[in-house]
């Protein structure tokens, strides 16, 4: 299988097969960076500029429409809290928590662009969202 470089690279067509490299690359590793490694996976991903524009489309369609949110909604759903959950014994609603973690940041970061999280390193967010992302996954 491919890594989520090379899929990348392949252009944003492939968006879905991308962030299924990127989540297999996240989920392997240690438990207790498992946290760590769920955020940054979901900021390279929105870090993609090839990708971004797209990302930001789901988004929209997401606020839009209810078929745009339901396929949001899946997509997590999916991800994070279905794939997770099989592999850490958090419940759903910690598992919803990571969830929101992640998307109030995509809100705040690449649709608002709120300061100080819009122009904040991908290496500060990981370092101030993963331990609260991984504190879900223990619970």
């Known amino acids: 299988m491919p890594g ?3 899929v990348a690279n392949a ?12 989540f297999e690359e996240a989920i392997a590793g ?4 498992l946290g760590e ?8 991903a929105w870090e993609n500029p090839q990708l971004r524009p797209q990302l930001l489309e789901k988004i929209r369609s997401a606020t839009t429409s ?13 991800m994070l809290v279905e794939r997770v959950g099989e592999v850490v014994g958090a419940s759903r609603l910690h598992l919803n928590a990571v969830v929101a973690q992640v998307v109030g940041l995509i809100m705040l970061r690449y649709v608002m662009r709120m300061e100080p999280i819009a122009s904040a390193s991908v290496g ?7 331990p609260t992302i991984q504190r ?4």
């Open 4 to 6: 989520a470089t090379e």
């Open 11 to 22: 252009g944003p067509e492939n968006l879905a097969a991308y962030a299924n490299a990127l």
């Open 30 to 33: 240690p438990r207790e960076q």
């Open 37 to 44: 490694r769920l955020f940054r996976m979901s900021l390279t």
């Open 66 to 78: 209810e078929e745009g949110a339901a396929a949001l909604r899946d997509h997590f759903s999916a």
């Open 124 to 130: 500060e967010l990981v370092d101030t969202f993963a």
């Open 136 to 139: 879900y996954l223990d619970a």
